[in-house]
């Protein structure tokens, strides 16, 4: 599975982005998928995941309630969307899908077995 992410650029402070991740080769009925982010200089931080049903998502204390994941099965789509983002949302955006429909731990790179290319988003003040 090749993915790749989507829909970066340069916005400014409480403006609005959205993120997607296309999945090239086959769908992403069945895998859980998450989003991840990586400042220069930073670890990469968890931002968010989606079970395969889309019926349960999880987030990162830094976005909760300034971002969404939502998903498309049928269009073979996962979506970040980007809310009242904040310069310190600058970073390299990265989506990635577990074979496991639904995870316990979200947060952990070791828990995905497919890394997208990441998409740039940066926010100025």
């Known amino acids: 599975v090749q993915l790749q992410a989507s829909g970066g650029g340069s916005v400014q402070a409480g403006d609005s982005l959205r993120l997607s991740c296309a999945a090239s080769g086959r769908t992403f009925s069945g895998y859980a998928v998450g989003w991840f982010r990586q400042a220069p200089g930073k670890e990469r931080e968890f931002v968010g995941g989606?079970?395969?049903?889309?019926?349960?998502?999880t987030y990162g204390d830094s976005v909760k309630g300034r971002f969404t994941i939502s998903r498309d099965d049928a269009k073979v789509a996962v979506y970040l969307q980007m809310n009242s983002l904040k310069p310190e949302d600058t970073a390299v955006y990265y989506c990635a899908a577990s074979l496991f429909g639904d995870l316990t731990y979200y947060a952990a790179k070791s828990s995905y077995n497919y890394w997208g290319r990441g998409t740039l988003v940066t926010v100025s003040s």
């Open positions: 989606i079970n395969w049903g889309g019926g349960s998502t």
